[in-house]
């Protein structure tokens, strides 16, 4: 783990569009101004942890459903669900040749 000591509105970059800036100290507490892409998401940890927790709910709940209609009469396995990648830069591209 990286630690810095900063005063107020001193900054920490991460990478090349992150910025983190110490906006205010008031006894324990710490406010933080942070400038990221739209791209970049941005939470508290028990914020962040609680969507991890949230979908990986949500996919053995996708995964029961699955198997409960592989399990019915005359019903068939299906295939697990195709995770497409994240679009790139590139993703509007198209090959017309």
Avoid at 4 to 24: A, H, K, P, Q, Y
Avoid at 50 to 64: L, P, T
Wanted: proline residues 8%; positive net charge.
């Amino acid at each position: 783990m990286l630690v810095l000591t900063r005063r107020i509105d001193e900054s920490i970059i991460i990478g090349n569009e992150i910025v983190v800036t110490v906006l205010e100290v008031r006894g324990d507490q710490v406010r933080l101004g942070i400038k990221a892409p739209r791209s970049v998401q941005v939470h508290r940890e028990e914020v962040f942890r609680q969507i991890e927790e949230e979908n990986a709910q949500a996919a053995r709940s996708a995964g029961r459903a699955r198997d409960a209609v592989a399990r019915m009469p005359g019903g068939r396995r299906l295939p697990p669900p195709v995770r497409k990648p994240p679009a790139g830069p590139d993703a509007s591209a198209t090959d017309t040749d």
